[in-house]
């Protein structure tokens, strides 16, 4: 399939930039998080503890908070209603753990105020999960069935939802993060000192996904350049 452009021609160029991007993002999320992770809070309060009065006091009693295991795995589940915890965050007493936590208390309160970018979102989900898994072998049946152009059209528009979703997720994580910056500087569990370096731990954090939109639409318009210069 070389002659198709899949070796290593000019287009390659894009998939090299977005790996490069997305490395050094995963990279400057997690030397952040440990940075801060090593100053503990003022308050010596755990992200679970954070959680649990950032959701009270938000009328989210009802949301369960569990700890889950790896590092940074923390996330909202909005199916079940419960905010899930990773071990580098739930029993840590450190800023960034309760940055981390209050981001996830965030998507919990989108959620009850039905935050449209969220919604649509959702609603994308089951289009994304088929365009994740179908695009790419759609793409490679139409190559070899001669350049299939109708089948290889299909895999780039399945494969342009998947692009989509994760630029409509932007909106979602800054908007979370931004929602946990302002609960945090009320002063109730972090001081006035400890509020910046939340705010680079999850800026950073938010940077992984401007890189994955990044990568993908990169790849997104490799597949463009390959299979339009073919069909030129």
Request: net charge positive.
């Given at each position: 399939?070389y002659?198709?452009?899949y070796?290593?021609?000019?287009?390659y160029l894009l998939?090299i930039i977005g790996?490069?991007?997305?490395?050094?993002?995963?990279?400057y999320v997690n030397?952040?998080?440990k940075?801060?992770d090593?100053?503990t809070?003022?308050?010596?309060?755990?992200?679970?503890?954070?959680a649990?009065f950032i959701?009270?006091?938000?009328?989210?009693?009802?949301i369960?908070?569990?700890?889950?295991s790896?590092?940074?795995?923390?996330n909202y589940n909005?199916g079940?209603?419960?905010?899930n915890?990773?071990e580098?965050t739930?029993d840590?007493?450190s800023?960034?753990?309760?940055?981390?936590?209050?981001?996830e208390c965030?998507?919990?309160?989108?959620d009850?105020?039905?935050?449209?970018?969220?919604?649509v979102?959702?609603?994308l989900?089951?289009?994304?999960?088929?365009?994740?898994?179908?695009?790419?072998?759609?793409?490679?049946?139409?190559a070899l069935?001669?350049m299939?152009?109708?089948l290889?059209?299909?895999?780039?528009w399945l494969f342009?939802l998947v692009?989509l979703?994760q630029v409509?997720t932007?909106?979602?994580?800054?908007?979370a993060?931004g929602?946990?910056i302002k609960?945090l500087?009320s002063?109730e569990m972090l001081?006035?000192?400890?509020?910046p370096m939340?705010?680079?731990?999850?800026?950073?954090?938010a940077l992984t996904y401007?890189?994955?939109a990044?990568?993908?639409?990169?790849?997104?318009?490799?597949l463009i350049i390959?299979f339009g210069?073919n069909r030129?």
């Open positions: 399939m002659g198709y452009g070796g290593f021609g000019p287009s998939i790996l490069v991007i997305s490395l050094w993002a995963s990279w030397h952040n998080f940075k801060y090593q100053f809070s003022h308050h010596g309060i755990s992200g679970a503890d954070a649990r959701l009270d006091n938000a009328g989210l009693q009802n369960q908070i569990n700890k889950v790896g590092n940074l795995t923390d909005p079940n209603k419960t905010l915890l990773s580098s739930y840590s007493t800023v960034a753990a309760i940055g981390v936590a209050a981001h965030g998507h919990a309160i989108q009850q105020t039905s935050y449209v970018p969220m919604r979102r959702a609603a989900v089951p289009a994304v999960n088929l365009g994740s898994n179908a695009s790419i072998p759609l793409i490679i049946v139409g069935l001669g299939n152009h109708t290889i059209t299909i895999g780039i342009a692009v979703f409509v932007l909106p979602v994580e800054f908007n993060s929602r946990a609960i500087s002063g001081d006035s000192d400890e509020v939340v705010k680079k731990v999850l800026f950073s954090a401007v890189a994955a990044i990568s993908t639409a990169l790849q997104l318009l490799r390959i210069d030129n």
